[in-house]
């Protein structure tokens, strides 16, 4: 790949890590005022949104109480589900399949009532949780197992109490300690929700303030690097709220104010929660358009198209490895012209080198007359000095989409390949008792594989250069920095991209070694 491109890259990824380094830890929010940040979604006054003293003990509660309480745990074919009998909420759940805890919790828990005691009750397909308050409210939560990753909720509320009734708020979860092997699954934590049509995102920091949508609510969801817990009204919900609190990680929906008078039937609201992995098949079939939440970014598009086409290879191959290096093949045959016109155009550049030099100390006193002379001589020639930028442009969001596809993708999550254990973690052939400067604990081969094939590919495109002694000797500098840079960058990455990457580079080189033997 041509320098300028890696350049591009280079500068993009330290930008993107200089951003995460300097970005704002995570606060606890003090102030509850709503902001607005979307201009489709209706946003609340704040003083309708200020949180009572009731609910703000609940919340407290809710983050502390669980030490104390009894957890009641049910399973179904893929989950092992615990619940608190302390507010009667799914306090943690564990996917069998995946042989991970979710970093989300806390889902189900209606704040109103979350410091109550209630007694569990066991079902054959789940739990029953009853509590009766003290002035008479008679409040029944009953979760059932759908299905592997499905389960329905069911809050039914009998007031027989001698005063009014109104909404409450249930919340569709919260991020706990990431339980992945590396520290940047938690950068992936992020709100979503579906009001009035529009898909809401928000990261779990960056925010100092608490978010508020009003509208329609299709669903609620917590998302991470991999998995996703979605809480999905299955009845109308209007006027409601999705209240996204970013500083605590917290996603809560506020149900709209219904008057429940004294002695009148009570109230049933049934809602479908999706706990599982980021799947486009499980989540569409879960219903809602819940299938709206994968998202990978700028270029989620390409990154779509790429995972088609990445499943598609490990078809073919059986091993997710094998899939990297052909969809690796894939993406270069298919940029192969874009690659091959900037090649042949730099070429083109190079043989008209010496040209350019006799014109420049002909006319080193007439900046104008060389210019002319210059675009002249381009022009004859038919070459373009911009030939070789915006094939490479067009390059980057492949890259880009690839990028996020193989960081996010739980298919490579614990797939072997060769040496490596995991390609979504760094390969680890070897690790040491004690942390070294530059390598920390651990011996990372397939990094340093790919960097002594930049050094090669960066020494041909030297070879093939015929640019002045200064801009040469430049190049040398570039040719043992460029890999060194990239080798750095990439060393935590996962596996899986730096196969990519490794398996570019060698392509790429010997295509280089290939265009220095066509004619311009």
């Known amino acids: 790949m041509e320098k300028r491109l890696l350049l591009a ?248 104010d219904r008057s429940l008078e004294s002695g009148q039937q009570k109230i049933e609201d049934l809602y479908k929660i999706y706990i599982g992995i980021q799947d486009e098949k499980a989540l569409r079939d879960f219903g809602g358009a819940a299938e709206k939440l994968i998202n990978f970014g700028t270029f989620d598009a390409i990154s779509k198209a790429l995972l088609f086409f990445l499943k598609i290879a490990h078809k073919l191959s059986r091993n997710w490895g094998a899939a990297i290096i052909l969809i690796t093949i894939f993406i270069y045959l298919l940029m192969f012209p874009l690659s091959f016109k900037s090649m042949m155009s730099m070429k083109k550049m190079q043989v008209l080198q010496p040209k350019i030099e006799e014109l420049r100390s002909k006319f080193k006193d007439n900046p104008q007359k060389l210019n002319a002379e210059i675009m002249d001589l381009y022009r004859k020639e038919k070459a373009n000095p911009f030939g070789g930028c915006l094939p490479m442009l067009l390059q980057i969001p492949v890259f880009f989409a690839l990028y996020q596809l193989l960081m996010r993708f739980i298919g490579l999550r614990g797939a072997k390949f060769l040496w490596i254990d995991d390609l979504a973690q760094p390969d680890r052939a070897y690790v040491f008792k004690t942390s070294l400067p530059v390598f920390g604990n651990e011996l990372n081969i397939l990094p340093i594989l790919m960097a002594i094939g930049m050094f090669f590919q960066q020494k041909i495109t030297a070879s093939q250069s015929s640019a002045s002694p200064e801009a040469a000797q430049q190049q040398k500098i570039m040719a043992i920095m460029m890999p060194i840079i990239f080798g750095f960058m990439f060393y935590k990455l996962s596996s899986g991209l730096v196969l990519y990457w490794f398996v570019n580079s060698l392509l790429m080189l010997a295509f280089q070694w290939k265009i220095s033997k066509a004619k311009v």
């Open 9 to 256: 890259i280079a500068l993009s990824f330290l930008v993107l890590g200089a951003y995460t380094s300097l970005m704002p830890k995570k606060q606890h929010v003090e102030n509850k005022d709503v902001i607005d940040v979307q201009q489709q979604a209706n946003i609340l006054p704040a003083a309708r949104q200020s949180s009572d003293q009731q609910t703000k003990i609940s919340e407290d509660i809710s983050r502390n109480i669980i030490q104390d309480s009894e957890l009641y745990t049910i399973e179904s074919n893929g989950l092992i589900l615990k619940f608190s009998e302390i507010g009667g909420y799914l306090y943690e759940a564990f996917d069998k399949v995946h042989n991970s805890t979710l970093a989300i919790r806390n889902i189900g828990l209606i704040h109103e009532w979350g410091q109550y005691q209630f007694t569990a009750s066991e079902l054959s397909d789940g739990v029953v949780f009853t509590h009766k308050t003290q002035d008479g409210l008679e409040i029944t939560k009953t979760f059932r197992v759908s299905s592997g990753y499905v389960l329905e909720l069911a809050v039914e509320i009998n007031n027989v109490t001698n005063s009014k009734q109104t909404s409450y708020k249930i919340q569709g979860g919260s991020f706990n300690a990431s339980t992945e092997k590396d520290q940047m699954s938690a950068r992936y934590y992020e709100s979503c929700a579906l009001v009035n049509g529009i898909t809401i995102r928000k990261p779990a920091h960056g925010q100092k303030k608490p978010v508020a949508y009003e509208g329609h609510i299709s669903w609620g969801t917590l998302r991470d690097r991999y998995f996703c817990a979605v809480i999905a009204p299955q009845f109308i919900v209007n006027n409601g709220v999705t209240e996204i609190i970013e500083g605590e990680n917290r996603l809560i929906l506020k149900i709209p």
